[in-house]
């Protein structure tokens, strides 16, 4: 069936790896803890699903337009119930300074929505691509592509975050990256 054949919340479903993968990007490591990206991705479908004859846009690009508003929503409200509900003072301060650098990293992100209609259909285009090879590698090669390359942690703080030695490191981002080449060309 063609795809514009198709009822519009099929078409939703299609944007889950990169909902992930735009969710695990904004949570500091310190949160993804205490919130799951995928929760927060469901809540954005289920909410999409929910108000999807609101949407007026025409376009793929505008679709995931919508999508990561709804989920920049989710994030926010998440954050900050998450501000209200804590108690121990001393041991959430360092969760304190990763919701600041979550929040400072969605309003960046939130703010690149502002480029040109075709500068962003091609940054859709390529994220929807690396967001599905991404989520085809196994989880440890996946984990340190990400925060190496996409959220800029160095090889020694990966290897702190994930508990890793740094050649350990290096090697997954090494094998994740040869992989990732492969599924990309695939794509192409």
Not at 6 to 22: I, K, N
Not at 76 to 88: G, S, T, V
Not at 90 to 105: G, T
Not at 134 to 155: F, I, M, T, Y
Request: with cysteine.
């Amino acid at each position: 069936m063609p795809e514009q054949a198709q009822p519009r919340g099929w078409q939703l479903e299609r944007y889950r790896s990169y909902l992930h993968l735009l969710a695990r990007l904004q949570l500091d490591s310190r949160l993804q803890s205490k919130l799951s990206s995928s929760d927060l991705v469901q809540q954005t479908l289920l909410k999409a699903h929910q108000s999807l004859e609101q949407f007026r846009g025409q376009s793929e690009e505008e679709l995931a337009g919508w999508l990561r508003t709804i989920l920049a929503h989710t994030v926010a409200n998440e954050l900050c119930r998450f501000r209200q509900a804590k108690r121990d003072v001393a041991l959430e301060r360092s969760l304190e300074e990763a919701l600041e650098e979550s929040s400072s990293r969605l309003q960046a992100w939130l703010a690149a929505d502002q480029s040109t209609p075709s500068e962003q259909a091609i940054r859709h285009e390529q994220l929807m691509q690396l967001a599905e090879a991404l989520a085809q590698l196994p989880e440890d090669q996946r984990e340190a592509v990400e925060l190496h390359h996409l959220k800029g942690c160095s090889v020694t703080e990966v290897a702190e975050q994930t508990s890793r030695s740094r050649a350990s490191v290096a090697g997954l981002i090494r094998r994740g990256l040869q992989k990732l080449r492969e599924l990309l060309r695939h794509h192409e």
